[in-house]
């Protein structure tokens, strides 16, 4: 069956700190993966996503994600952290129908100023 | 723009009472999803629709039902509201390249 695993659970950074957030999933074909952001009291947010090619995405806010097969991982990374992006991050891989998408626990950001 | 709208955006319920979550989406997709949300066990897939016209159980169907009603509306019903299903409930539309989400009901049923 899919999974997804994101092992942190809580993760606090300082402002200008670079972020790297973990997601490993378990899917036997070929993954669409994603990550969205949620901020309190929000709906979730996409970030980015990878479904082919080169395996390093770019996504909104300066965030990128970089999908590894052979360690079934697609970290979520950012250079410097802002403290608006104080949210909880969700990764989710795709079927490759599209017809079901399975969700990480999600890891919760903290920003020291 | 309005995306995917879900309504009303809090409840509170006593147990046994019946309610129906409502959702539509302006963005023409076929596939719509019924997901809730609790702490530290992120989005769990209730049931989705493929297309107008069908519907199946996801991860944590049991106490719910669904009607897709048309292209655009999908909506969530408890029949029996019971304490377990305080959550947060989001309704969601794809569109082949991503998931796109409402922003969300709060349910609490006492």
């Known amino acids: 069956a899919q999974s997804v695993t994101q092992p942190d659970i809580h993760i606090t950074v300082s402002e200008g700190a670079s972020l790297e957030l973990r997601c490993n999933y378990s899917?036997?074909?070929?993954?669409?993966l994603f990550w969205y952001v949620q901020s309190p009291g929000q709906g979730l947010q996409l970030l980015l996503k990878?479904?082919?090619?080169?395996?390093l995405v770019q996504g909104i806010k300066g965030f990128e994600a970089e999908f590894k097969r052979s360690q079934s991982s697609f970290n979520l990374r950012k250079p410097s952290v802002h403290w608006s992006d104080a949210a909880e991050y969700f990764c989710?891989?795709?079927?490759?129908?599209?017809?079901?998408?399975?969700f990480g626990s999600g890891t919760k950001l903290n920003v020291k100023p | 723009n309005a995306g995917v709208t879900q309504t009303p955006k809090f409840q509170v319920l006593k147990t046994g009472q019946s309610m129906t979550l409502q959702c539509a989406q302006d963005?023409?997709?076929?596939?719509m999803y019924w997901y809730r949300q609790d702490p530290g066990m992120g989005l769990r897939l209730i049931y989705y629709?493929?297309?107008?016209?069908?519907?199946d159980k996801g991860e944590v169907p049991n106490g719910y039902n669904v009607s897709r009603l048309n292209k655009r509306e999908f909506s969530l019903r408890l029949e029996s509201a019971a304490p377990s299903q305080t959550s947060v409930y989001f309704c969601?539309?794809?569109?082949?390249?991503?998931?796109?989400f409402g922003e969300g009901s709060w349910l609490t049923v006492v």
């Open positions: 989710a891989v795709g079927e490759d129908n599209f017809n079901k998408f399975y």
């Open positions: 899917y036997g074909a070929t993954p669409y």
């Open positions: 990878y479904f082919s090619g080169d395996t």
């Open positions: 963005m023409n997709h076929n596939s």
């Open positions: 629709s493929a297309s107008e016209g069908t519907t």
């Open positions: 969601a539309s794809n569109s082949e390249y991503a998931i796109y």
